[in-house]
């Protein structure tokens, strides 16, 4: 199941529209797919996005595009956190790795880019944090960052 199905609608015309009349990407904010969860879950992230850190791992926050309290970005190359997130498919995996950082559990998947893939397990939503492969120096760092924010706004169980 991809993560990416929800592509904005009209962006091939936009890129063509900015190649067009000149523009450049060379801004250095991070661009990711917002997820669409359910009310419950929508609601949890809103909470946890008041609940995050201004620093993860040294770096300041840097949300990325679109704007949204749904999703969360510190320093460049950004590590991107992206809450109601869909269970990923790798969970049902025995074999999966897993790990528990201050008392939040998740789901670890090395990315063929060489980033690292970390979603919650056992919370009401899941919350999925990216960090890149030139980030991944400091190992779980960024995590232990996050569990505060995570523990106060998305309680222990099972997402609907």
């Given amino acids: 199941m991809s993560f990416f199905r929800h592509r904005p609608f009209g962006l091939p015309a936009l890129v063509l529209l900015l190649a067009a009349a000149g523009c450049s990407f060379a801004d250095d904010s991070a661009s ?21 850190p201004a620093e993860v791992d040294d770096q300041d926050r840097r949300d990325p595009d679109p704007a949204s309290p749904l999703t969360a970005g510190w320093g460049d190359p950004a590590i991107i956190l992206r ?31 060489g980033s690292f893939r970390f979603t919650t397990a056992l919370r009401k939503a899941y919350v999925e944090v990216t960090i890149p492969e030139q980030r991944t120096g400091d190992g779980m760092a960024p995590l232990v960052d ?15």
């Fill in 32 to 52: 990711v797919a917002v997820p669409s969860p359910g009310a419950k879950a929508a609601a949890l992230c809103r909470e946890l996005d008041r609940a995050l």
């Fill in 146 to 160: 996050l569990a505060p924010g995570i523990k106060k706004a998305i309680p222990e169980g099972i997402a609907d």
């Fill in 83 to 113: 809450c109601g997130v869909e269970r990923p498919a790798k969970m049902n995996d025995e074999e999966a790795d897993g790990v528990e950082v201050d008392g939040v559990g998740w789901l670890l998947e090395k990315q063929q880019d």
